[in-house]
């Protein structure tokens, strides 16, 4: 009779079906056997049949999911679209599920079948190699390594291969043996693949690293929770012992980044094409997001460029090496074509000594060590140990960045330093300190490298600074073409404007004004010394009735310039309303009084 089937409660009944049985598959008696469940009735998602299967051609060895071999015959089930894990008799019961849930893997690559986990479950580590446009999912399912070992999820010479709705628990504390190397030890490790994407995982408690990617194109990580990951980086892409493997295409969104290993997110060697957007990270001992040049110029091969780095949310990140020279929340060395606008970064450089501070290292809570064109713009920056918004070329020449826009709040050294930086604009900038701050601005350069073509216009500085925007040399060097124009300085405690060993100056628009702090002795609105071709004009230097400026517009030992159309009131010391030696200068039009 047609559409008749034997039905067995468990694969153990399956496997132990009777001589006669078997005959009547054979005899067409009954079409095939119905199936209940793996180890007992109704423990898969529903009953399927397996069909007794030709001698010719052989379906293959038994695998315990698709093909099962019976007395010297198999039968067959071909899974269509998708095959949930539970056919192959992976199970929430069993301690390790490790060549089962292999044996799946294998069979849904080389039939591109999208695997299904309904429940959470125990393995040692899985290799998916060669996978090529394939799903593994759920809806809060996943697996755990119950053993610790080198790498729990391997994905290898892959494409078009998605993560979606998983949990994926390392096995958490671990001494990693001495000498190991770092591509080991994390929940995930991809190479040499393209097209991978998590969607909605959850990648928490690895030994090393949450995700580590090399030699990957394309790799994009969204809606993701990673946390209680132990040792390295909750995200990596690009990570590599060489400077010859180049990554392109890495995207990640909306995803958070909680717990106190080294970094968030991790971009390292070469690369293009990155967009990190509305992240959270958070209580990292390192950095928050972090790229980093393998190598020590601009090459074409290590070259990491076409940034997007947005809407992030980076808080408290700490210095946790005892090295004094990490705890940035944003930190781009050596990059390309990035542009860093509307963060949150606060409450970071965590540890950092105060005292002692190398601004070569660009300490920062956004830190652009060695980069070019680079906009960093809107952001908010909230309570950093040492500076708000750092640049330094200590690498490579730092040319074309420009910071615009941000808000830099309760910094305890310097809201924005340029140190040996080329070609920068800092625009439109809201500077507010801690009243124990050393400056708003500060440009600085060291004794091999001046710095050159700085724009500094239009910033509203306005209290908690020993100095509004400064600028020091080391010895031997200085500075070519510095404007400082039309920014709005208040409540400063020596100089508002300290500007020196410029050759070309412009200091013009300026509005100085003081009305709450008392400044020290020898304070100034505006200070110039050994300049060459200034020109300081159109100011305004005010002090209140009761707060007066200790100094107005000093000027010494500057060579070739104006000091012209300035508005200088209320200055508690007249001889030095304004105040210049030294120099033979073109001053006429101003307004003291």
Do not use: W
């Amino acid at each position: 009779m047609a559409n008749q089937f034997l039905i067995k409660n468990s694969m153990a009944d399956m496997r132990a079906l009777s001589a006669s049985e078997i005959t009547a598959l054979q005899n067409g008696t009954y079409d095939g056997v119905e199936l209940l469940g793996y180890y007992e009735k109704g423990d898969t998602a529903v009953p399927i049949i397996y069909y007794l299967a030709p001698v010719s051609p052989d379906p293959g060895a038994d695998d315990g999911g698709r093909v099962i071999a019976v007395q010297g015959n198999k039968l067959i089930h071909e899974f269509v679209d998708q095959i949930d894990v539970r056919y192959f008799g992976v199970s929430t019961t069993i301690t390790d599920n490790t060549v089962q849930l292999q044996k799946l893997v294998n069979i849904a690559i080389i039939k591109g079948l999208n695997v299904y986990f309904d429940g959470f479950y125990a393995i040692k580590n899985i290799q998916i190699d060669q996978a090529n446009n394939i799903k593994f999912y759920s809806n809060n399912g996943g697996l755990y390594q119950y053993v610790a070992g080198r790498n729990f999820i391997n994905l290898t010479n892959s494409s078009k291969v998605t993560f979606e709705g998983l949990r994926l628990k390392g096995f958490g504390q671990f001494e990693i043996p001495q000498g190991e190397s770092g591509t080991y030890y994390h929940n995930v490790y991809i190479s040499d693949c393209s097209e991978i994407s998590f969607d909605r995982c959850e990648i928490f408690n690895a030994i090393r690293g949450g995700i580590l990617s090399i030699r990957t194109n394309y790799l994009s990580v969204d809606n993701c929770r990673f946390y209680q990951n132990r040792g390295m980086f909750d995200l990596s892409f690009g990570y590599s012992i060489t400077t010859t493997a180049r990554s392109t295409g890495f995207t990640c969104t909306n995803s958070s980044f909680i717990g106190s290993n080294s970094y968030g997110i991790h971009c390292m060697g070469g690369g293009s094409n990155y967009i990190i957007t509305g992240n959270r990270i958070s209580d990292k001992s390192e950095y928050g997001i972090v790229f980093y040049h393998l190598g020590t110029d601009l090459d074409p091969l290590q070259v990491i460029d076409d940034i997007v780095i947005s809407n992030n949310i980076v808080e408290n990140i700490s210095d946790g090496t005892g090295t004094d020279a990490k705890g940035m929340g944003i930190y781009l060395q050596t990059v390309e074509k990035a542009v860093v606008s509307d963060n949150i970064v606060r409450n970071t450089l965590i540890g950092r000594n105060k005292c002692t501070v190398n601004r070569q290292l660009s300490p920062a809570a956004i830190s652009i060590n060695g980069s070019r064109e680079v906009t960093c713009t809107g952001n908010l920056v909230e309570k950093s140990t040492i500076d708000g918004i750092g640049v330094t070329n200590s690498v490579i020449g730092s040319r074309g960045t420009i910071i615009a826009n941000n808000v830099v709040l309760g910094v305890e050294k310097t809201g924005i330093s340029l140190y040996t930086v080329n070609n920068c604009s800092v625009q439109g900038n809201i500077i507010e300190g801690n009243d124990s701050n050393e400056a708003g601005i500060d440009i600085q350069s060291s004794s091999v490298r001046r710095s050159s073509d700085i724009n500094v216009s239009e910033n509203q500085i306005k209290s908690g600074f020993k100095n509004g925007i400064n600028t020091f040399k080391s010895t031997g060097t200085g500075f070519d073409r510095i404007a400082i124009t039309d920014n709005r300085i208040n409540n400063c405690q020596l100089y508002y404007i300290y500007l020196s060993a410029i050759n070309v100056l412009k200091c013009t628009g300026n509005t100085i004004s003081n009305d709450t702090v008392t400044m020290v002795a020898g304070g100034s609105g505006i200070r110039v010394d050994a300049n060459e071709n200034l020109l300081v004009s159109d100011n305004v230097l005010i002090g209140s009735p009761t707060v007066k400026l200790k100094r107005g517009l000093q000027s010494s030992n500057n060579i070739f310039g104006k000091i012209t159309d300035n508005i200088i009131r209320n200055i508690e010391d007249p001889t030095y309303r304004l105040y210049t030696t030294g120099e033979s200068l073109d001053i006429t039009n101003n307004l003291v009084e």
